[in-house]
């Protein structure tokens, strides 16, 4: 489903603010209604905006997805800046302080579109949605990157992700879903650029590893650089909130805590030999 409609949102619970009945249940995005379109419950329609980072009285923007509950047959829009992309688990994970409490599931309207892979990583000739990673067949695998980078003095990059995001709070290395047509250098390069703004040629991108979790349907390929000049840490809204330098031994420390995401630190545990080989490599 292919939606280009425009609508103006009145925000009655900008960011910040508290739930009417619910005192400690703060907004962390802007949340209101649209006026003239009645919804299923026979009130206004309700929209979630994100891509702000301030509050609102009143906002015009995209209609990029529909959040349905199957638990009171209600739908939620999610309204966003025009041009500015957002997937599935994106949404998800800024909706979630209040969609934890509902059956929902978020229908994107413009979805992301992934490459479909065997184990052995052969593409299968079909395309699949990211609206669909967790409802993947049995042998339909994805791919996942991910990028340790070191900076020109050595020290490594680690992000911290978003207060609204699942594990939030928590800190990774860069990395994410390649997109449908894009290989894993690809989409490691593409990745690194979104989420820091840094831009590397692709012969600087090494090979770390490559690990298939059956259960998750993810190929995962991991990948290492250190750059070559000083550059600037630009984070991705929505995305990241802060970042850290690290001496490669405070780093590996660091993933090991439980600050880290657990997954990434699993991964990261699981090939440690060859990440300590491959950084005394590029860091002699």
Known sequence: MVDNEIYTVTIDRPLGSAHPDYPTHVYPINYGYIDGIIAEDGEEQ????????????????????IIHRKDDAETKWVIAPENVPYNKQQIEELVYFQ???????VEILNDEMWDA??????KLGIQVG??????????????????????ADGRFLTTQRSKNKTNPLKWEVTGGSILAGE???????????????IEIPKDDLQNLFRYVNKEK????????????????????????????????????????????????QKRYIMHEFIIDKKVKEILA
Do not use: C, W
Request: cysteine-free; proline content about 4%; charged content about 25%.
């Open 217 to 264: 349907h993810v190929i995962y390929y991991g990948f290492i650089t250190r750059i070559k000049e000083n550059t600037d840490i630009h984070l991705q809204y929505g995305e990241t909130m802060d970042y850290q330098l690290l001496p490669y031994d405070e780093f590996k420390q660091f993933v090991k805590s439980d600050r880290f995401v657990p997954s990434g």
């Open 130 to 151: 990211r609206s669909m990673a967790k409802n993947l067949p049995d042998g339909v695998f994805h791919i996942v990157v991910e990028v340790y980078v070191a900076m």
């Open 117 to 122: 892979y065997d184990e052995l990583g052969n």
């Open 46 to 65: 309700d929209a979630y905006v994100i891509g702000v980072d301030i509050p609102l009285k009143q906002y015009t923007g995209k209609r990029i997805a």
């Open 99 to 105: 969609e934890q409490y509902y059956d929902s599931y």
């Open 183 to 197: 290989t894993p250098e690809k989409g490691a390069l593409r990745e690194l650029r979104e989420e820091t703004g």
